[in-house]
């Protein structure tokens, strides 16, 4: 029979406490791990509960194939690969006996300081949207669900339970929704986690706004949404016991001394919001709190049913009424999966500068120094958090192991863990070149803790400066997954890559990058400020966070601050030129589209692959918008000399604002600059279209080069305002 049929037959069988036990996870099991994530059997009716798993960089549970974080990932702007992330870790969720990854984390890096930037995947609503689309597709092809979180406006981890982000509706609109809305109605995501923190005063477990009216009301969302863990308690989440991993640095809550507790939701205000399933234990959907409010009527049983049967759907669509679960660790793991984390991390890795260092050549080199604290760190594959998925130490390769692969035995490799940055630099002055690793681990950016600097720890700067004064050749490496500020040292650095937390594969594909056996294309998806001055002010210890309309490279554009890197930007081994930029329509209606074309060549002697983006710019627009959004983006892989045309396409509605009057997204008649380039700073061909309510104007629309359709309309105009002038007649 189809699911709908299936989900109405089992309902109507159901008892209230068969239905409430749908939607809860339990105690009893004594195994930590799967007590944490499981929802009970209902052996009677025959429905296997709910066994959820982590996370954004790999499956947590055993060993698992440890990808790229997210933010490694965002940078390759290549969707078609995170499809393929998606597809491999759809199948290790599956062969571990599980159903659904919670994953993409797609929270806004609203601020760089943010302790979870890791997990997702960059700044910008529409990249970590398209990114977030092509990674559920793949992890759902594999009959897998995925789940989008933390929804929503979850960018900040100091005191994350009783946060409140203050985001007024605009804003929430058009900056820190879009993108689940993406994953929601393009990907069919099967489900959603809420989030921690308050929403404009309401929690995301209990937020009407985002979960009744926004997801499953506008966006006609079908899947279940289910709460972060213990995050319907938040008071007291001090007092139990997190055990995603030793995340040391959760403040735990001192429940004697916290005087302004916030509230706590309360099973009707999770039922009426549309809270699905309640994790990890019952606390608000006990059955003694459930059955009072629906046998008094003060909660209809209708809600109760609306979530239950979102949940059924949910498990007759992905086989879990049909399929009895099998553990395959052989599809764990496996060469190709873990070839992929490396293929992965070539395009991840962002090169920030090259003063003729980069490529080394192996045949010119008989020595080199690797040195650093994250040089040989196999405790650097992220967090520690509930995103540590772990392939097992021994397949963990660190930059030095990954190195000591590439250049085999005719190059001696020196190593020191930099501690001691005088005695770095006399092993890189006896050396021909050398590879200084930095950056952060666990104990500084991590879920439950934001960062309280941008700069590099000591003594990385200073063993920075001493090795790059003692060798001209000195490479730097950044491992970590977030900004960082370099005034102090990056005079003393001629090449620096930022490998972000790499993956299991990291070191291999770093030394695939340095060596030339593959050409950086990773393009920043963060903008990296010179000083933190230049960031929006925040103190991520205030309990209510504003979330403003601009951050990151909206901000820097429209508060003309000049980013130390922009957002989009890296470097290659190669260049590339554009040319011939074409937007097919000059004037289109409320509810058109362009196509804007652009040839992109390689002008250089390697293969190499460029990220193109498409900006869009506002003229005459009834409210303050932004200088530029991204609206669009493609990556092209080009050998020498070759040249391709790439496509992009702009629909009306996704230029549109949202107003706060009328309570919905307004597309507005005016023009719309085309700003086309390498990086949100480095536009390489301009153009223009209008947006019209008259259709004469609509259909007279036609395609035009690059030179600004306006100048056509300023004709026309010009020929009208002369004809009434000859006829002695003006608008009045
Ligand atoms: C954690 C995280 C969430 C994770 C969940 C289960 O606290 O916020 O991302 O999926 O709990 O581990």
Known sequence: APVEARVEDLLSRMTLEQKCNQMRGFFENPNM?????????????????????????????????????????????????????????GNETKAKGTDCLLAPCMNLVKDPHGGRTAETYGEDTWQVGRMAVAFVEGVQSEGAMACAKHYAANSDE?????????????TLNEIYLPHFKMVATEADVASFMTCYNRVNGQYGCENQYLVREKLKGEWGFDGFVVSDWVATTPAAVGVFPLVSGNLPQIPVIDLLNFTDLPYNPTTQSCLVAGLDVEMPFPAVYQSSEITPL??????????????????????????????????????????????????????????????????????????????????????????????????????????????KNKVGSGVTVKYDNGSDPAAAAELARTCDAAVVVVGRDYTEESEGKDLSTLALSDPQPALINAVGAANKNTVVVLITASVVTMNEWIANAPAILMAWYPGMEGGNAIADIIFGDANPSGKLTITFPKNEADLPPSDSNELDMVYSYYHGYRYFDKNNLEPLFPFGYGLSYTTFEYSNMKVDKS??????????????????????????????????????????????????????????????????????????????????????????????????????????????????????????????????????????????????
């Not at 100091?158 to 605009?170: P, T």
């Not at 809600?303 to 049967?309: C, N, T, Y």
């Open 158 to 170: 100091n005191q994350r339970h009783i946060k409140n982000s203050v985001v007024d509706l605009r």
């Open 294 to 403: 629906v046998e008094s009527g003060i909660v209809p049983e209708s809600l109760i049913d609306d979530a239950v049967r979102r949940i059924l759907r949910m498990k007759f669509e992905y086989g879990m009424m049909d399929n009895p679960r099998t553990v395959n660790e052989q599809f764990v793991l496996t060469p190709e999966h873990i070839s992929l984390a490396r293929a992965v991390e070539q395009e991840a890795i962002v090169m920030l500068k090259n003063h003729d260092i980069l490529p080394l050549d192996v045949s010119g080199i008989k020595s080199i120094a690797v040195i650093g604290p994250a040089a040989d760190d196999k405790g650097r594959l992220g967090d520690h958090g509930s995103s540590n998925a772990q392939p097992g130490d021994d397949k963990i390769i660190t930059t030095l192991a990954g190195i």
């Open 587 to 732: 004037v289109i209606g409320l509810d058109g589209k362009v196509k804007v074309s652009v040839d992109v060549k390689n002008t250089g002697d390697v293969a190499g692959a460029e990220v193109v983006q498409l900006y869009i710019g506002y003229e005459g627009s009834a409210v303050d918008r932004s200088v530029k959004d991204l609206k669009g983006f493609d990556k092209v892989f080009l050998q020498p000399g070759e040249k391709k045309t790439v496509t992009i396409e702009v629909a009306a509605e996704n230029v549109s604002y949202y107003s706060t009057g009328l309570g919905k997204f307004v597309v507005e008649p005016i023009t719309y600059d085309v700003y086309v380039g390498a990086s949100s700073r480095d536009i390489r061909e301009t153009g223009s279209f209008r947006i019209s309510e008259n259709q004469a104007e609509i259909d007279g629309g036609s395609q035009s080069g690059a030179k600004t359709p306006g100048f056509e309309l300023f004709a026309l105009f010009a020929a009208i305002g002369a004809a009434a002038l000859l006829m002695g007649k003006r608008r009045k």
């Open 33 to 89: 791990d799967s007590y944490m994530y499981d929802t009970k059997e209902d052996t009677e009716l025959g429905i296997p509960g709910f066994m959820f798993v982590d996370g954004p960089r790999g499956v947590r549970r055993g060993n698992a194939t440890a990808f790229p974080v997210g933010m490694a990932r965002g940078s390759t702007w290549n969707e078609d690969l995170e499809y393929l992330v998606g597809i491999v870790m």
